[in-house]
């Protein structure tokens, strides 16, 4: 019967299926190439779940921890803004704070100030930032960074209780419940520093040297009175958003609210370097995927084109009964896309394995000074997976029409006539 319109509808799928269940066809010369195909597909698609997790976990981590020890948004003077020190004060204004609330897209805001200095425990010395806060701090974003003790208790009275960091702590060579004695310059007289004694309350540890080294949290009312300055006067204000895009967004919509002294400073302008060091990550992940597509596509090429060379008998009797090119095209086409749907699912089970051991066991370290972390994160949602999987898909199947365009040049004639 001829192939017409009607009646091959479904015939290409249905020749496919029969192909693939063919005893013949199960000991042929191309199951081993096919095979060898899977296999790249399957490793293509877990080196891309791989790379993708690993880059966005890293990405949310390195932000994450940023993000919690200085906010979204940082509004202090002009002076402020290129120091690690808070060098003129700004009055605490319940306008300014108004304006920073009612801007949709702001979580919290919370008042700080910073002060550099000098820490003594024994005969040993360590340079430190202070940085004070009062009792609007958000200490939840802390939390996990806590190794030992807890967060000092900052209420209505002037507190003496720090967080120190972990890495300073060991250096000093002390711990939670010990005092130290931290040395601040003064304005009146050189000679003679302003001498505070602070208790170590507790113990944090981010894995970020810019924090580690050098900072501690305390009582805002120290440096105020250090400073000279009035109750009302502190360093900045620390502004959280729902989110680091949002708060982009916003900061000009806040700047242009905010009196001609203020700026409103970025995190990630403020640490610049950092997070364009975390943008090279995206590239990275997208020449990983690339290469791994073209691999991937490249081996199935291969097998299709053996493939199809091995069925060149079937071709030809196909063609001589009437098929067109592009019915026996969809035939090879249809096993090319199961094949590489079956390398998928096998790279995905790799991935999705990696990923959920590495979450759970952290079997994969990193060297904090260069990455920021101690263990690699990994960071992986159901859309990521979807989508993944979709756009290899589609490449890939669109790719695979390339070397089944060879069937409109096979002969009928030439074919059979060694058959």
Known sequence: MPFTKKNHLNLPLFIARRMRFDRKYKGSVSVQIIKIAKLAVALGMAMILIAVSTGKGLQKEIKDKTLAFNGHLVVSPFENSESQISILPVASDST???????????????????????????????????????????????????????????????????????????????????????????????????????KIAGLFLSGFPDFDEFFFLGDLRHIQRINKWKNEEIGAYEVFATDLKTAINISSSIYEKLPSDLDVIEITRQYATIFQWISLFDFNILIIIIVMIVVGVINMSTALLVLIFERSSMIGLFKSLGAGNLLIQKIFFYNGVTIMSQGLFWGNLIGVIFFLTQKYCGWIRLDPETYYVNIAPVYLDFWDVLLLNFGFLVVSSLLLWIPSMIISYISPARVLRFR
């Open 96 to 198: 300014v704070i108004d304006v920073l609330k009612n801007e949709p897209g702001v979580k919290h805001v919370q008042r700080v100030a910073l002060k550099g200095g000098l820490l003594k425990a024994g005969d040993q010395f360590e340079g430190f930032v202070m940085k004070g806060v009062s009792t609007d701090y958000q200490w939840e974003s802390l939390k996990s960074f806590i190794v030992e003790g807890n967060f000092p208790e900052i209420r209505d009275q002037t507190s003496n209780e720090i967080l120190l960091s972990q890495l300073i702590a060991k250096r000093l060579s002390v711990g939670v419940g010990d005092e130290v004695s931290a040395y601040f310059q003064n304005s009146q007289n050189q000679q003679l520093p302003n001498v505070r004694k602070f």
